[in-house]
Nanobody
């Protein structure tokens, strides 16, 4: 089994910053792709940023230039540094890890950006 736990969400004013963390634990061998996703009320869950086992990154257009995804392979941890936050970034942010052809998700962390 694999467990995924996100942290770091909260309430921040527009223009502020937050750093989300996601720790994966359990039956994990090697380095695996990990990603951040978000789901706003009444909307589908969308990709924010992903990072491969080799460290390559991809971002959704709205995150480019403002968010940075990074990872610590030793700790099986992925981070999402979010700067210049906007009210439209308000959502529950989820993390996942791809292990043995299966995606494992965390419970999410709420990010609220006030105008």
């Amino acid at each position: 089994q694999v467990q995924v736990v996100e942290s770091g969400g909260g309430l921040v004013q527009a223009g502020g910053s937050l750093r989300l963390s996601c720790v994966a634990s359990g039956s994990i061998a090697g380095t695996n792709a990990m990603g951040w996703y978000r789901q706003a009320p009444g909307k589908q869950r969308d990709t924010v940023a992903v990072i491969t086992s080799s460290g390559s990154t991809q971002y959704t257009d709205s995150a480019k230039g403002r968010f940075t995804i990074s990872r610590d392979n030793v700790k099986n941890t992925v981070y999402l540094q979010m700067n210049s936050l906007k009210p439209e970034d308000t959502a529950v942010y989820y993390c996942n890890i791809f292990v043995n052809n299966r995606l494992y998700w965390g419970q999410g962390t709420q990010v609220t950006v006030s105008s």
